[in-house]
């Protein structure tokens, strides 16, 4: 037995939450100083180079069907992250991560077809009212630009699922996720390279780049080796519950990291939304939850 199999694996499970919302604060951190293309491009840029490392993918030898689906999944995964950075430049982590987990929610809630889903989806769509303060604020105070890059995001974080359990059966260990990563590199690069262009490369020191490595690290390369350990011996409905306290772990990341303080009304809100997470994608869960976010 090897050291990370004596760990118990919802503990691993919660060391990937912990990482990935973390290494999200961190990236809020960034998008300021080189933008949110800029931000996204240098951490899918490190993160893949270490996953082609680590994976040596072949790069030939695959069919049409098989290369159309590492499009579709580097596609989703790369405008994913590009949305979720940008959202973050309107709106604090917890509230865009909470937005943004109704898009995989909605998805395993039309696949279970389950009216108490369905309801439960309901509640999350007003909990997403609640903490986007849509309710309470005049239209012109209303951050309508963060909230529909939030649900953007949580659309292509639906695609992403999809695709990611394609490119999963069709490519062994991480073959597949390797070469996706670098197609989600490529869609982003010409954003981020405006990015260079209207920040200046003098943005780019050093502190960017070790924070950039950190990012890659937290939100990328760690989460995704804890979830695959945890996931050989952890039941779909116990990771399902765990990994929806995302969330919540977004907002402790941005008091913590950012100094970002939500409303008792925003609580509430991104409460409904966690219930209703774990009633879809944990209690009674009958096929394996969507996996965060590359």
Known sequence: MSRVDAVPAPLLVLGGVLSVQFGGALAATLVPQIGAAGSVILRLGIATVLLVLIARPRWRGHSRRDLGTIICFGLAM???????????GHLPI???VTIEFVGPLTLAAV???R???LLAVAAAGIGVLLISRA???PLEQLEVTG???ALAAGVCWAAYIVFSGRTGAAFPQLEGLALAM???TAVVLPFGLWDVARHGTEAWDAEVLLKGLGIAVLSSVLPYSLELFALRRLAPAVFGILLSLEPAVAALAG?????????PVQLVGMGLVVLASVLVLGLGARRPPPQPAA
């Open 78 to 88: 790369g405008l994913m992250n590009f949305a979720f950075y940008a959202s973050l």
């Open 94 to 96: 917890g509230v865009a």
């Open 111 to 113: 696949l279970s077809r």
């Open 115 to 117: 009216p108490r889903d």
């Open 135 to 137: 309710l309470s604020l």
């Open 147 to 149: 909230i529909a890059l």
């Open 182 to 184: 670098v197609v989600a």
């Open 255 to 263: 008091l913590l990291v950012l100094g970002q303080r939500l409303t």
